[in-house]
């Protein structure tokens, strides 16, 4: 798998695992609501199916160790992005790459610890993805379409 792929592939499991981790929230509600009685004097003509809470729950503990591998997966591929980081040339633009994807903290955050102005830790981060693509004969950086170059949650 290239740097550049790594990096995406880091951000796809984040985005899973958050995906899975709601899906465990909602998993849980409703058993929690199939499992409450129901307010006031109102009569159910037919009970509930008492299975039905079992499985939600089942449900919920298998999306919790899709969950697990999925961690385990994303810390192998933070390692990996570590070494790859590692070996760029400078360690100004390394740091930019590491505080944004290894450390997840949003591009003002970046700015305020590298001492560097949004237009340059930009121009750096292209840098670094340019270095990497180069290294790895690949002439196209993925763009904004896919969040390595996005711009947009500088924000956050």
Same mark, same amino acid.
């Given at each position: ?18 995906? =899975? !981790? $709601?899906?465990? #929230?909602?998993?849980?509600? *409703? +058993?929690?609501?199939? %499992? ?34 999925? =961690? !385990? $997966?994303?810390? #192998?591929?933070?390692?990996? *992005? +570590?070494?790859?980081? %590692? ?44 270095? *990497? +693509? ?23």
């Amino acid at each position: 798998m290239t740097g550049l792929d790594l990096l995406l592939h880091a951000e796809d499991l984040r985005r899973e695992i958050a995906r =899975r !981790e $709601e899906r465990i #929230a909602i998993l849980r509600r *409703l +058993a929690g609501a199939v %499992s409450r009685p129901l307010p006031g004097d109102v009569r159910v003509v037919s009970s509930p199916d008492p299975g039905r809470n079992q499985r939600l729950l089942d449900e919920a503990v298998d999306e919790q160790e899709a969950v697990r591998l999925l =961690r !385990e $997966e994303l810390e #192998a591929a933070d390692a990996d *992005l +570590a070494l790859l980081f %590692s070996l760029l040339p400078d360690a100004l633009t390394a740091s930019v790459l590491q505080i944004r994807y290894l450390e997840k903290q949003p591009w003002r955050e970046v700015c305020l610890r590298t001492h560097l102005s949004r237009t340059r830790v930009f121009a750096r981060h292209r840098q670094a993805l340019e270095l *990497l +693509a180069a290294r790895e004969g690949n002439s196209c950086i993925p763009g904004p379409n896919r969040g390595i170059l996005s711009e947009a949650d500088e924000t956050k």
